[in-house]
């Protein structure tokens, strides 16, 4: 379906989805998703501090798991009645017209701020299957999309999620579950893996190229760091055509080759080139679609003082620089560059990343957002700017 047929007048369904690890981005690269495929929706509870999103969205459109990186399951929820008795009824209702030959396999989570109240919900309901062979999986805020998986819970039987906001109360059914196992096969299956250059996990490779919310699918999307082609990769998977890879390291250029080739990428789809990200734009002959990128993060040193850290931001800051001033000529309007600024905490815990500025390129900064994995001593913050 072309994003224009997805019209304000059409049916809605409410639908919800359940983020990763980092809320905050991972609700915003729904709503670029959404948005970048002209879907008309509306957000109907802030709800992202909970760990879901509830939208009410056309029928028409059918999201696809798999292009969104930080969504662990998504699915259609009704409205159901509110108080206790009630929701178990709707629940059960639910169940019982899902049960095989007497067996009925399910996953139950409520999404309640009175996690008492759900126990008891979910003894009830036992209760009132004990007639059934039911296997169940326990309730826990999120059941994980691994556990999901191996019991096939989506083709076999069912997953409910039940969402209460006082008297609104949305009963949900699954329809999709992120696949972990195939990102792990697209991050650590590829025949060239540079770790010592670090390597960006799959997923947020696809959030940062949702946040781009590039609509034309054969606009070029360029990452002038590419170093293993993760950000080429997953653009490919997600439909666009018109990729273009840069890196000063030749070795970068054949791993990405490499990795491109086993991904099964047609060469029509994508080039590649030797070069400084500084002098890219130069290597452009017409304009940029959208810019999303991981550069060279710098050192990993652990327990580095202010001055240390303020002379890798230097040197960082002049190669985010140079590589921004030289894309920004080419960008269109309303083109986006996101890209993973390093930020660093010094031994009295002071945090700073490198400096561009952007005031004198037409760009515009929108909020960003942090990645960060416990243990790790440089978070990354994603940051977008936008060509007015
Ligand atoms: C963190 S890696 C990129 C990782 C990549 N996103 C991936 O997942 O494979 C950074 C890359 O920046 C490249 N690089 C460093 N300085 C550069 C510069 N001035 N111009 C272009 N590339 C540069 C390095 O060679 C390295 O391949």
Redesign the pocket.
């Known amino acids: 379906m072309r994003p224009q047929d997805i019209t304000k007048h059409s049916e809605r369904q409410v639908c919800f989805f359940i983020l990763g690890r980092e809320k905050e981005l991972c609700a915003q690269e729904v709503h670029s998703y959404l948005t970048r495929q002209g879907v008309d929706f509306v957000v109907l509870h802030d709800t992202t501090s909970l760990g879901y999103l509830l939208l009410s969205i056309p029928t028409e459109f059918t999201p696809h798991i798999e292009h969104v990186g930080g969504t662990i399951k998504w699915g259609v929820a009704t409205l159901g009645q509110s108080g206790k008795s009630q929701i178990k009824k709707d629940v059960l209702r639910i169940l019982t017209s899902c049960v095989v030959d007497d067996n009925l396999t399910f996953g139950l989570t409520l999404w309640d701020k009175a996690p008492k109240a759900s126990d008891f919900m979910m003894r009830d309901i036992k209760k009132d299957l004990s007639d059934y062979s039911v296997r169940f999986l326990p309730s826990s805020k999120l059941i994980s999309s691994r556990t999901l998986r191996k019991n096939k819970l989506i083709e076999s039987s069912t997953d409910i999620s039940v969402f209460i906001h006082g008297d609104n109360v949305y009963i949900g059914q699954t329809k999709e579950v992120q696949d972990v196992d195939a990102y792990t096969a697209r991050d650590v299956g590829r025949p060239d893996r540079p770790l010592s250059?670090?390597?960006?996990p799959p997923k947020l490779?696809q959030m940062m190229i949702n946040l781009a919310q590039v609509n034309n699918f054969h606009a070029l999307l360029l990452?002038?760091?590419?170093?293993?082609?993760?950000?080429l990769q997953e653009a490919h998977l997600m439909g666009y055509k018109n990729l273009m890879g840069?890196?000063?390291?030749h070795k970068?250029i054949d791993y990405t080759s490499k990795n491109l080739a086993w991904f099964k990428i047609p060469p029509e789809d994508f080039k590649l080139s030797q070069?400084?990200?500084?002098k890219i734009g130069e290597k452009i002959p017409g304009t940029i679609g959208a810019v999303v990128?991981?550069?060279?993060?710098g050192p990993h040193r652990e327990h580095a003082d202010s001055y240390e850290i303020a002379r890798i931001n230097d040197e960082l800051s002049s190669?985010y620089q140079g590589m921004i001033n030289s894309v920004s000529t080419k960008l269109i309007p309303h083109g986006r560059i996101v890209m993973v600024f390093p930020r660093r905490s010094d031994t009295n815990r002071h945090t700073s990343m490198p400096f561009v500025n952007t005031k004198n390129l037409g760009l515009i900064e929108l909020p960003s957002f942090i990645h960060y994995r416990e243990g790790q001593n440089i978070a990354r913050v994603i940051r977008i700017f936008e060509k007015v």
């Open positions: 250059t670090g390597i960006m490779a990452d002038p760091f590419c170093g293993s082609g993760t950000v840069s890196d000063a390291d970068a070069c400084d990200a500084r990128t991981e550069p060279y993060l190669v």
